[in-house]
């Protein structure tokens, strides 16, 4: 099952769970990768950043790929940014043989011409082979990246595996218009549009033509509801259910390692993993900010049971 | 009137009206100064970075001092951040000669050492002088320039005209925190703690300490009632009222000129301001956009009849 | 007398004296102006960042302009980078009008598209108008803006008025053959190139092509010899000459104030300004660095008598 | 052999050999490894970024530790800098074991306030356990992060296992001084600091206190020399040495693929290596390039005979 163009719907991005020693916790990760399976997801992407892949070994990385691929039914994608294409080809070659149906890959933060950056995609592509399908994944706020409509219509146009755009950009509305405008003039191929940056903007840029997410929300239960109810034309209900999460979306949309805690906390306190524990580098929920997601989600809750929270 | 550490409430940041052409608009600048004043506010800060003050030259700028310093009765705060401390003083002895009561003062974005940032603060204040009082602005995501709160506490302890700290640091709530909580220890004097970052985070932000906020959300009437009901105790009314506002003020949150073509435009359509076009180099609003923001404040408008737009 | 691509030769760029107490000293840049007009020079820059030029005030800068004008009889540039385009037309067309031949414009350091640079030049040669020739800055390591040769071909394509690009790219050898290249296929216009940098790397850029240099060396003699001896074929001579000054060369080649002051030193000891203060923020030269420089001149002394100094 | 604090003299940083198909050349590392053993040195650095470490992956890093244990009887660093403190504690401990002497580590490009970089130092010096001592890279040009003396004394006092400084800060001379001058007061215990940059100040920064240098220049006999010139006070014959080089080791210097273009073809001239190829993405020399290299070291030849290339 490849990863093509064609796919639709949410891809929860996995957290990846240690406990508290650093060692990877499997069987919070096995835990985890079948609520998502229940959720009503698309797919599922391992090893992002999200996922505090750079902190794990060659060994530890496959043994998570191998774990899902052996429970997962859809779609899985493994993220495989690496400082050089040697490591990027070695992870998703074993990937792909263990069972994923594609690739993500990220930017190195230190591109900066439209050309630098096409020729990075031309280099990475051609690295992990064609037969690889890969995710695009365009985060200005974290790799300091800025790709065009125009450089990303150029990746999709030298790269045939280049078939899905993690896209989270921000401010982005318009570059999904844009992207979209080229489709329809024929001067781009289509390929999927799955939004990223914590499902912030999902609502309005399943309007402007995404077609779906592939972030890291803690639940992932909404994100799919959202994304069905908006594909459905059903404007209103898409609204209501999103603005009921979205205080507590935004507070879990805090950058770096905070708000990765949140939602590991969240997970936990859902028992889907063992221990909300960050591989070091990282960082842990205070008692002030437990309250206050606590709080949060006692607010969804009054309209959304999948927030309910048993108790600590 | 000096702005000094006791200031408290919501000191809103006033955007530049400029005609199609790229004047200065001095009557729709006179009508703004009105509504905010008959706003509730405490204050307003003139000539940041919303205010699109680099793109101004001296003498646009001294008008506009002058000119609110005529119609505002409460303290006024004007951006004085300039890639020099000669035209930063020069703005900030004639911003108080017309009438300001203080200054704002942002990094330049070559800082990056403790030892950097606190060294340029000391410059700054000794270049405007020690009768000039000032407000910190702590802005990461726009300067790029990171300071840990003992940074913070190292610029308050050597510049006794620092009596305001700006934070828009994401996240940041802790930030809040270890700052009053270097207060509490005696550790550092007592600053006003007022929050931007176009309020995201203010519901949290009232309650870890902050004083106030000193933002350019568009409707400056929801902050004051946020921060009054939240000074008050009310959490869950002060949430219900941000909450029914976020979905919007999430859109107007967007980062660089998007952002305030967005709050530009709302200012138009509520009659502030005669046009919302910007100086160049700028952004404007596009159909899709105006639909977006008009379908979130119809929605606001169910519940807080301010958000209602006449017809356009 | 204009700027046209047609320049040649040496543009030394000037530094601004200060007196100890921050003070504009006008009767050392009238001596130093004198001085570059009876070095052989082809033109002056003045007010570049070298210049010190964002820590003037308007009427300060405006009055350097004015002197330089009245006593120096060949091409003034003035450098006109500004954080807004306002600001940038003031300058450049009060510049003009004092007699200026053309001015200099550096990018903002937060663009970084190519679409972005483009753009940016694109509304700067509007602002100051189609009838004033610019010198295109080309510096990232400063600017942390990166021109392919691709965008300065649009650059140069979009506006009329580009007639020099100051080269100062490192390393940058092959974006001149690049340059010159599309000269050669007709595909973009002739301009002429002159480099910065310090002179880092003048002995080959004239090799590849460059028309001359446009840096802020304190023995300008030197440049204009080199300049002259590599455009006479005289390969050998030329470097003979630019070896012998490339240890003290590099030394002066530090970045940030401290080359400016290394600078200033020496040109305070050759008796052509009065003080090597810099307006504050800025650097000075401590015992062990003046010894270090003495001790590189003394060496260059050796075969160039224009490097010996007085007795301090 | 453990690398401890007293290590002096020259410790060039290796290339990585690879054939044009992108293997790596087992026995032209062999080679090289015996020329360094040759030429005087005192340790050597393997896989450094200079030695294209980000491209290998974990085995064919691991090998090359392997050869050059087994060759190289001086002290060998490897440079284990890693996106995650997982990889670099597996191979720090895994050079260990096959014979190293030590490892360096650079900081993540990521680091902006003084507590982030010697919090990381901390985690970092903790991960590869007490008994590995290391060398501490500060290198702002390429990784952005700039270290005050003040922070290099903390994460020294922090950390026992920090032995040596691999100074690289640009300009840095002032800071070679501060930090001897921390030693006299017995604010820091001593740490061997060598310098890296090219090598572009080793002539000043031998007599601010400098114990030697750790850099990739292609004459390492050169370093040796100028090295143990300066130490025995022969001032003047050491800047003669420098300053015959410097035209070349100046075009050595360039940033980023191409100054090591420039490196890797000369090996091979040189007939260390046999083929001058990078590891993808890379950089090659052009015709124009190796004709200016020539004649640099046919410059350099008229007075040191090791720069006499074979004939092509």
Not at 51 to 79: D, H, M
Not at 196 to 202: M, Q, S, Y
């Amino acid at each position: 099952m490849s990863l093509t163009s064609a796919i639709k719907g949410v891809i929860p991005i996995s957290p990846t769970p240690f406990f508290a020693d650093g060692r990877v916790d499997m069987d919070s990760m096995a835990r985890l990768t079948d609520h998502f399976g229940a959720s009503g997801v698309d797919g599922i992407t391992i090893l992002g950043q999200l996922g505090e892949a750079p902190k794990l070994e060659f060994q530890e990385a496959r043994a998570i790929v191998e774990l899902v691929a052996k429970r997962f039914t859809q779609p899985i994608v493994v993220g495989v940014s690496a400082p050089g294409f040697a490591a990027m080809r070695a992870l998703a070659r074993e990937a792909m043989e263990l069972g994923a149906s594609g690739v993500m890959i990220g930017p190195p933060n230190t591109l900066r011409t439209d050309d630098q950056i096409v020729g990075y995609y031309r280099q990475a592509a051609e690295a992990i082979g064609p037969d690889v399908p890969f995710v695009l994944q365009d985060y200005p706020l974290t790799f300091s990246v800025v790709m065009t409509p125009n450089v990303i219509k150029r990746i999709v146009g030298e790269n045939e595996n280049c078939v899905v755009l993690k896209h989270e950009d921000w401010p982005g509305l318009d570059k999904i218009t844009a992207l979209r405008g080229f489709e329809k003039d024929g001067a781009m191929r289509h390929i999927a549009i799955l939004v990223g940056n914590g499902g912030l903007f999902l609502d309005f840029e399943m309007e402007r033509g995404a077609d779906g997410a592939n972030t890291g929300y803690a639940f992932p239960e909404m994100l799919v509801d959202v994304v069905k109810l908006s594909a459905a034309g059903k404007r209103d209900a898409a609204h209501d259910l999103f603005d009921a999460h979205l205080p507590y979306l935004r507070y879990e949309q805090q950058q770096g390692p905070l708000g990765l805690a949140v939602r590991k906390w969240v997970y936990m306190r859902r028992g889907l993993i063992a221990c909300d524990a960050q591989r070091k580098p990282g960082a842990s929920l205070n008692a002030a900010a437990k309250g206050e997601v606590e709080y949060l989600l006692s607010r969804i809750a009054r309209t959304d049971s999948r927030a309910v929270l048993k108790a600590a």
